[in-house]
């Protein structure tokens, strides 16, 4: 076995990818217990150094996949997400960059490329980005027609809310999330009773429709994404077709044998 195979083996067992799921997990941990001040004036330097661990930790798995798989290590999209996410983390985090310092939980994500059922997910919500975007463009366009209403018919009563358009697309994208949106139709309906038949078909269009169908995407997109990944791998096929193949030639083989063991010496 060569030192690629090796590298890979141990890359690939349970054990291992378990240990750096855990790492990953401890650290994300570590860097939101860096916001709290009181952890940080008595425990600071342990949770600075078990930062540190783990990303040399994430740089030697990093550099050890690199060296297993080679040239098949840039086809997989996970391990350049892997790969911006730990070099931002080895940029240092000082001057212009101390920005960089909050970045440092996007390690977190790393959860998403190491858990085989985050990753299904996040493969589920890219395959549905084509239905999504047509979703997405009906709903802005069902806001910005429903904005240009608003601030024609309420802009001069409730200037607050509807007097300019982008003023009026705040508030109707606050109505479609539910956040106060009977505050807002009141104290429309105190100078047109009949706005309520506005805002109620906006929100049945909006969020009842609109979102729903959004949902539904996402879930189709979950269903279509699943069972290509819960399938076994062609590889894994492969070699239970050739341990198939090798059972029955054992079978025959020993079918053979048998019944050589039953004829008489005469036939031999």
Known sequence: MSGQERVRAVLENRLV??????????????IGC???????????????????VAL??????LAA?????????????????????????LIPASGPTSVLRALRILRALRLVSAV?????????????????????????????????????L????????FDELPRSLF???????????GNVAQEVMEHKPWAWIFFIVYILMSTFV??????????????????AETSEPTELAAVKQELAAVNAKLDRLLMRERQEELRSPADR
């Open 17 to 30: 990818q378990r240990a750096v799921i855990l790492v990953i997990v401890v650290n994300a941990i570590t």
């Open 34 to 52: 860096e916001t709290s001040a009181y952890l940080m004036e008595r425990a600071g330097g342990l949770l600075h150094a078990i930062d540190r």
């Open 56 to 61: 040399a930790i994430f740089t030697v798995e």
């Open 65 to 89: 996949r690199l060296y297993a798989y080679r040239t098949a290590f840039f086809r997989d999209p996970w391990n350049w997400f892997d790969a911006v996410i730990v070099a931002v983390a």
């Open 116 to 152: 085989p059922s985050m990753r299904r997910v996040v493969g589920a919500l890219l395959a549905a980005v084509p239905g999504m975007a047509s979703i997405i463009g009906l709903l802005v366009l069902m806001i910005y027609i429903a904005a240009v209403i608003a601030t024609k």
């Open 154 to 161: 309420f802009g001069e009563i409730v200037p607050e809310r």
């Open 171 to 181: 508030t109707l994208f606050q109505i479609m999330t539910g956040d106060d949106w």
């Open 210 to 227: 609109a979102l729903n169908l959004f949902i539904a995407v996402v879930v189709n997109a979950m269903n279509d994404v699943d069972p």
